[in-house]
């Protein structure tokens, strides 16, 4: 009997799918025992599951430490030239002794200003952003670093200068200090203790009256060129004249905190604008008072309890 032609085709499919599935198996078991084969000649291996210890936990936790950033970031300002006064190395940010007839000049890095000191003295030419003479002369040198909203600020046991531009020298002692100010326009913050008086310019002029009678611990500008006598009647480098800056500082610093604290909450007794430029006024007044107080403490050489509350005060006004 003849069957049908699609029952035909319908074996055949069958027959071909039964000799390929076949084939495909045969292959899978050859490959399956030549495996086999070459598991048998390798030597048997035993993995367990890796637990991690506490120490690489923590430390693939632990934030990425900072110290290689820290170690290789460079100094405010270096050393750049000497004459029997401190070595290329020496760290300007430490007080450093200047021998008599000594001078070295430091370039602060972020602004490239140039500062000149003579000896004998002892200055610390990087702290902060106020450099400290407590004896010896700072000078300022012309050109470098000179930029708008850019100034040197240097302070002693008698008072702080700032200027933008010029040729001005400050000197420092426990004694009395002096500001000759050749050219440019500078900027002098008195302490309360101190009063100021002018000083002859080459041989000049006796001293005026009026200098010393322009209230104390306020900026005075100082043009062109002029000399300036900055004295107390006591010492200025012992422990009362520390604690009389300190308690200057304090006072300063709270002044601050004052302003912030109305601007914050928006005290609508006074304009906010009038708020806002009193407040940089008191952080210039906090910054010169509590940099005059750190070169008092120095001179005194004040307990630690001291350098504390200076620290305290510091922190608070710049906040």
Do not use: Y
Not at 18 to 28: D, E, N, Q, S, Y
Not at 85 to 102: E, I, R, Y
Not at 205 to 223: H, K, N, Q, V
Not at 261 to 272: C, V
Request: aromatic share 2%; with cysteine; hydrophobic share 40%.
């Amino acid at each position: 009997m003849r069957l049908p032609s699609a029952v035909v085709e319908r074996r055949a499919l069958g027959v071909a799918f039964a000799i390929v599935g076949g084939a495909l198996v045969g292959c899978r078991e050859g490959a399956s025992d030549s495996r086999d084969a070459s598991a048998e000649g390798a030597p048997s291996v035993t993995t367990t599951p890796s637990t991690p210890n506490a120490s690489s936990t923590s430390s693939a936790l632990a934030p990425p430490s900072h110290a290689i950033d820290d170690a290789a970031s460079p100094p405010p300002c270096r050393v750049m030239t000497a004459e029997n006064g401190p070595s290329p190395t020496a760290d300007a940010t430490t007080w450093l002794d200047v021998p008599a007839k000594g001078s070295f000049t430091v370039k602060i890095l972020e602004s490239g200003r140039e500062l000149r000191f003579e000896g004998p003295g002892r200055v610390r030419p990087c702290a902060d952003d106020v450099t400290l003479v407590a004896d010896g002369a700072a000078i300022g040198l012309p050109g470098a670093g000179e930029a708008p909203g850019s100034e040197q600020w240097i302070a002693t046991a008698c008072g702080v200068v700032r200027w933008a531009s010029g040729v001005h020298r400050m000197t420092g002692a426990g004694d009395g200090c002096k500001l000759q100010s050749s050219l440019g326009t500078a900027h002098l913050f008195v302490a309360d203790d101190v009063v100021v008086e002018d000083a002859p310019l080459d041989g000049g002029a006796a001293p005026s009256a009026e200098a010393g009678a322009s209230p104390a611990g306020a900026w005075r500008r100082i043009d062109a060129k002029r000399a300036l006598r900055l004295r107390s009647k006591r010492p200025l480098d012992d422990v009362a004249a520390a604690k009389t800056a300190l308690g200057a500082c304090e006072r300063a610093a709270q002044a601050v905190q004052a302003l912030s604290a109305q601007m914050s909450a928006g005290d609508a007794s006074a304009p906010i604008g009038d708020l806002a430029s009193g407040s940089v006024a008191a952080r210039g007044v906090a910054r010169a008072a509590c940099a005059l107080a750190a070169v008092r403490v120095s001179l005194a050489g004040s307990p630690p309890e001291e350098q504390k509350r200076l620290d305290a005060a510091s922190a608070r006004w710049r906040r």
